[in-house]
């Protein structure tokens, strides 16, 4: 059995259902995968001694989680004031139109079509709720709308899918660019470096002690794809299937069709930047 501290990030234990810090309790949902880890994480924010809470990321459409959320947040004394988005994808936002409904709060997000009520979120923007603060980091490259919120209290990110608590995370091509998720991956690191962030709350898996190492893996693990990616062009293989049978050969298969999406951004990026 491998020493969670030699791991990359950190990782505290196995999945978590419950308090992370000060600040932050996961709801886990139910919904476990080879692609979603041990289901997504729903994160519950909040002031200490605050009567109102922040929800980010309802889940899918799991009218049972969904319940337990508010549930979570009422047994706390709070109630649910805001609903974020991390990005748009079903295991993260499928039930936030739901949860709207069963909170009567609005739902912020980097995509209009994703939003309810006036209010979107980008770069700059400070969320703040019953003396909570949350600060917008766009972080592109995953998804093109993808966001990471900044909990400066407790020297913590929230990543969503940009950095997992176990693995890696897959660009999600075309929506997903290499070079956008690049340069997302180092501006978390500036984070780390600069505002002390060191804790990762991410959307799947453990949470993460040691956040500037988890980047700091996660840029490594990139270059090193890339590199294979460009070797396995020279070598002949053409096809993104090919090169995903060719360099994702200790991968599970059943997640090839993910690497795949993976595979083609790292073509296009290999393609722009006159590599191959």
């Not at 519950?44 to 459409?61: F, H, N, R, W």
């Not at 337990?68 to 609903?83: N, W």
């Not at 690191?189 to 893996?217: C, I, K, M, N, W």
């Not at 298969?253 to 790292?266: G, M």
């Amino acid at each position: 059995m491998t020493d969670a501290s030699a791991l990359p990030g950190q990782p505290r234990g196995g999945a978590l259902n419950g308090p992370a810090t000060p600040r932050a309790v996961n709801v886990l949902a139910p919904n476990p995968s080879a692609m979603t880890l041990d289901g997504t994480n729903t994160w519950l924010l909040s002031e200490p001694g605050s009567a109102v809470a922040v929800v980010v990321d309802p889940g899918p459409l799991d009218e049972g989680h969904l319940r337990h959320v508010v549930d979570t947040a009422e047994r706390s004394g709070r109630r649910v004031a805001l609903t974020l988005l991390t990005h748009g994808h079903p295991d993260h936002a499928a039930g936030a139109a739901r949860f709207a409904e069963l909170t009567g709060t609005k739902v912020r997000a980097l995509d209009p079509a994703l939003r309810l009520g006036d209010e979107g979120l980008g770069a700059g923007d400070v969320v703040k709720a019953g003396g909570l603060e949350l600060r917008v980091v766009p972080t592109p490259g995953h998804t093109a709308d993808s966001l990471c919120f900044h909990l400066p209290a407790d020297r913590a990110v929230l990543t969503g899918d940009t950095v997992l608590g176990r693995g890696t995370t897959v660009v999600a091509h075309p929506d997903g660019r290499l070079g956008d998720y690049l340069d997302s991956l180092r501006r978390l690191r500036s984070l780390t470096v600069d505002d002390g962030v060191q804790t990762v709350l991410p959307g799947h898996g453990p949470v993460l002690e040691d956040a500037q190492g988890a980047v700091e893996y996660y840029l490594a693990h990139r270059a090193h794809r890339l590199a294979q990616v460009e070797t396995a062009v020279e070598d002949g293989y053409r096809t993104p299937s090919e090169i995903v049978a060719r360099v994702y050969a200790d991968v599970d298969r059943t997640l090839w069709p993910a690497a795949e999406l993976s595979v083609r951004a790292q073509l296009d990026y290999l393609v722009e930047h006159g590599l191959i």
